[in-house]
Nanobody, 115 residues
Framework: QVQLVESGGGLAQPGGSLSLSCAHS????????MGWYRQAPGKQRELVAR???????NYTDSVKGRFTISRDNAKATVYLQMNSLKPEDTAVYYC?????????WGQGTQVTVSS
């Protein structure tokens, strides 16, 4: 069983920044895809950003130019840098790891953007 442990998040003002990190217990270098999803109250969980083992990235349109996903395979960690935050970014953010047919999730961390 792969474990994902998230950290970061919290409260930020509009226009501010926050960073998330997710450490995983998988000890295989780079062949898996990792991502960040979010779920706001009353809404479905949605993909925010994803990074492949080869470093390719994709983002949902609403965060392009503001969020950056990265990974450090040596540290078995994926990061999400969130800049120019907006109130609509408020949600629980979940780390995700995909290895072949298997999908693993973190426990979620709250991000709240409010003045």
């Amino acid at each position: 069983q792969v474990q994902l442990v998230e950290s970061g998040g919290g409260l930020a003002q509009p226009g501010g920044s926050l960073s998330l990190s997710c450490a995983h217990s998988l000890r295989i270098i780079g062949i898996y895809t990792m991502g960040w999803y979010r779920q706001a109250p009353g809404k479905q969980r949605e993909l925010v950003a994803r990074i492949t083992g080869g470093g390719g990235t994709n983002y949902t349109d609403s965060v392009k130019g503001r969020f950056t996903i990265s990974r450090d395979n040596a540290k078995a960690t994926v990061y999400l840098q969130m800049n120019s935050l907006k109130p609509e970014d408020t949600a629980v953010y979940y780390c995700n790891l995909q290895l072949g047919p298997s999908t693993y999730w973190g426990q979620g961390t709250q991000v709240t953007v409010s003045s």
